[in-house]
């Protein structure tokens, strides 16, 4: 199974609205990554966990909080959000292991700020 | 500084045809390959990968080759599908395995029945 699951799969919220973005797998991995993906873009990585500790904050301004409450989960917390923050929010997670580094995708949350 | 580009943004071909997809990469250090498939509307779905101590690695009807003399990255699909359809980024990761993907641009293939 490398199935990384995210919830909602759509997000519509104000820019004064507080909401949290999911993302669970159950794989055994123990890395775990935040992307934002523009239109017609790349992902570009936000943040990075591994062993459930923050590892990588790629400079993301602080209305983003990620938190990782277990080797399982990943949350990403919103508040304050600006329109230019729409975009495709992507999890992945991964092994740790140098052999075996392939990040596995969820299907994202689509975030409309308003 | 780091980049990982790709040379076309659009690719079409007839189904049936083999598919060729290209990727720079700018970052000497990197060590470790991949290709996704990502589909309208879904995550990238991973396809293949390959680190910097080989020249080719296969799939089932895909084959991704590493020239690291010239920093080439390339993807073959063989007997492109309509279902192939996709845009498909290369990405890039350094020795450290800190993690971070770097991702190209990504080109979009389109399959004609």
């Known amino acids: 199974d490398t199935e990384v699951t995210q919830t909602p799969k759509h997000l519509v919220m104000g820019m004064t609205n507080k909401k949290s973005l999911k993302c669970e797998q159950h794989?055994?991995?123990?890395?775990m990554y935040w992307y934002k993906q523009k239109a017609k873009k790349p992902p570009e990585l936000m943040f990075v966990?591994?062993?459930?500790?923050?590892?990588i904050n790629e400079s993301v301004p602080s209305r983003f909080s990620p938190e990782c409450p277990n080797s399982s989960l990943l949350n990403l917390h919103l508040h304050a959000l600006q329109p230019e923050d729409s975009a495709l929010y992507l999890c992945?997670?991964?092994?740790?292991?140098?052999?075996?580094?392939?990040?596995?995708f969820g299907p994202g949350t689509r975030l409309t700020v308003t | 500084g780091e980049s990982v580009g790709l040379h076309l943004p659009t690719l079409s071909v007839q189904e049936g045809d083999n598919s060729i997809i290209n990727c720079a990469y700018s970052?000497?250090?990197?060590?470790?390959f991949i290709w996704y498939k990502q589909e309208s509307g879904k995550g990238p779905q991973f396809i293949i990968d390959?680190?910097?101590?080989?020249d080719k690695r296969q799939g089932q009807r895909v084959t991704v080759l590493l020239n690291k003399t010239v920093k080439h990255l390339s993807l073959q699909i063989a007997a492109t599908q309509p279902g192939d359809s996709a845009v498909y980024f290369c990405?890039?990761?350094?020795?450290?395995?800190?993690?971070?993907?770097?991702f190209g641009q990504g080109t979009t293939l389109q399959v004609k029945p």
């Open positions: 992945a997670s991964s092994q740790v292991d140098r052999e075996k580094r392939e990040q596995y």
């Open positions: 794989m055994g991995h123990r890395a």
């Open positions: 966990y591994s062993y459930e500790k923050l590892s």
């Open positions: 970052n000497s250090a990197s060590d470790y």
């Open positions: 390959i680190r910097s101590n080989m």
């Open positions: 990405a890039e990761q350094g020795s450290s395995n800190t993690g971070k993907l770097i």
